[in-house]
């Protein structure tokens, strides 16, 4: 059964640093998606993505996020400067449609966890 | 805005008992309702949804859901747990007009059964 991967499943970093959360979604999904979950809390909304640009973003997806399709298999998120309340899990997911009336189910991966010291 | 309550933080059944885990939302309009499961250091799977239709819904490893636009529920259900039920258990809603798809999520009830 296809499913969506993400690499590291553990990034640790300084606070500072930037990093990049892999993703490969599933092969013939179009829209794609970034969740982070803090520790004890809920799963948090992000972004959308789809034909090469951002569909919709929460508050939480300020400019030290980006987000980006560099070829036809990745997606990735990245974090310009971490800060240490960014420490969380990080899941990708995806979906084949999209748009307001897609019944699409979205398909997460196992998440990459972020710790920034 | 759209909001997903999970009442129970926890929920412990005993093994072969009947289990609900509840869930209520609020969207404007019609919603799209999900249910996930989360094991221990694992990603959300998929276990059921509701899009249109009969108000209940079947899904993986035996759980149903039902969808009660009154009381705007849509409470988990099984009946007869297992140990390996044992999990974290998510509620997701979006709306019909959400066009990016945005899931928003219960804060999590977990499930503890035991034998």
């Known amino acids: 059964e296809p499913e969506v991967t993400q690499t590291p499943s553990h990034q640790v970093t300084q606070m500072g640093q930037e990093v990049i959360l892999r993703c490969v979604p599933i092969?013939?999904?179009?829209?794609f998606y970034w969740y982070r979950q803090i520790l004890g809390q809920k799963v948090e909304f992000l972004v959308s993505?789809?034909?090469?640009?951002?569909?919709?973003k929460s508050e939480i997806f300020d400019d030290q996020f980006s987000v980006e399709r560099p070829d036809g298999s990745n997606f990735t998120l990245k974090i310009r400067s971490t800060k240490l309340e960014d420490s969380a899990m990080y899941f990708c997911?995806?979906?084949?449609?999209?748009?307001?009336?897609?019944?699409?189910?979205?398909?997460f991966g196992p998440g990459t966890r972020l710790t920034v010291l | 805005a759209q909001s997903v309550a999970q009442p129970e933080d926890q929920v412990n059944v005993a093994e072969g008992n009947p289990l609900t885990v509840k869930c209520t939302y609020s969207?404007?309009?019609?919603?799209?309702l999900f249910w996930y499961v989360q094991y221990p250091n694992r990603g959300l799977q998929f276990l059921l949804k509701?899009?249109?239709?009969?108000?209940l819904v079947k899904g993986s490893y035996g759980f149903e859901a039902e969808f009660n636009k009154s009381q705007t529920s849509f409470h988990l259900k099984k009946p007869s747990a297992l140990v390996s039920d044992s999990a974290l258990y998510f509620c997701?809603?979006?709306?019909?007009?959400?066009?990016?798809?945005?899931?928003?999520f219960g804060g999590g009830t977990r499930l503890m059964v035991k034998p």
């Open positions: 509701y899009i249109t239709g009969d108000n």
């Open positions: 092969s013939n999904h179009l829209y």
């Open positions: 993505f789809y034909n090469n640009e951002i569909s919709e």
């Open positions: 969207v404007s309009g019609n919603p799209y």
């Open positions: 997911a995806s979906t084949r449609s999209g748009g307001g009336l897609s019944t699409d189910t979205q398909y």
């Open positions: 997701a809603v979006r709306g019909h007009n959400n066009a990016g798809n945005m899931l928003t």
